[in-house]
């Protein structure tokens, strides 16, 4: 990325310093950097700041159309980078809604396949009652014809 993003970053601080208007925001923000950087490091070295001397304006030109540079690259990186989670946690959505389909598909195949079952077993104990009655009838049928065999039998002997 910083390939691609460092032609354009040049461009753009040549560009920005040919115009006063720029030019004078420009040494605005290059001294502003020198007298934050030149701060930090004195006193990351333990010493007292007393005064930090200007920087002429072409350097600091220099340094602010550096800062501009560097600022360019650095939120087309940040840009990228928000760019790639975005579509990361798109890929992550997508794919937890095929899971969640899936699943929802799935449910759907048992529930189906446990109302074919509730609906066999409904069947088989409806033919099993016929059955128990059936079983019933033929045992009085046969309670009867034995008890009728029973009392001819008398009368022939």
Same mark, same amino acid.
């Given at each position: 990325?910083?390939t ?8 753009? /601080? ?45 350097e ?7 800062i ?5 690259i ?5 840009g ?8 990361? /946690? ?9 899971e ?14 446990l /109302? ?42």
């Open positions: 990325m910083r691609l993003a460092k032609p354009v970053s040049k461009k753009i /601080k040549n560009e920005c310093s040919q115009y006063p208007t720029t030019q004078n925001l420009l040494i605005r923000v290059g001294q502003t950097t020198h007298r934050v950087t030149s701060r930090l490091k004195i006193w990351s070295a333990g010493y007292k700041v007393r005064s930090i001397a200007p920087l002429s304006p072409d600091a030109l220099l340094e602010g159309a550096e501009l540079g560097e600022s360019f650095f939120f087309v990186a940040g990228v980078a928000v760019l790639d989670y975005s579509l990361s /946690k798109q890929k992550e959505r997508e794919r937890v809604a095929q969640s389909r899936q699943v929802d598909m799935y449910r759907e195949q048992i529930q189906a396949a /109302k074919s079952i509730d609906a066999k077993c409904s069947s088989l104990e409806h033919t099993v009652q016929q059955q128990r009655q059936s079983i019933i009838t033929l045992e009085e049928k046969i309670s009867t014809q034995e008890k009728e065999k029973f009392s001819f039998s008398k009368f022939f002997k």
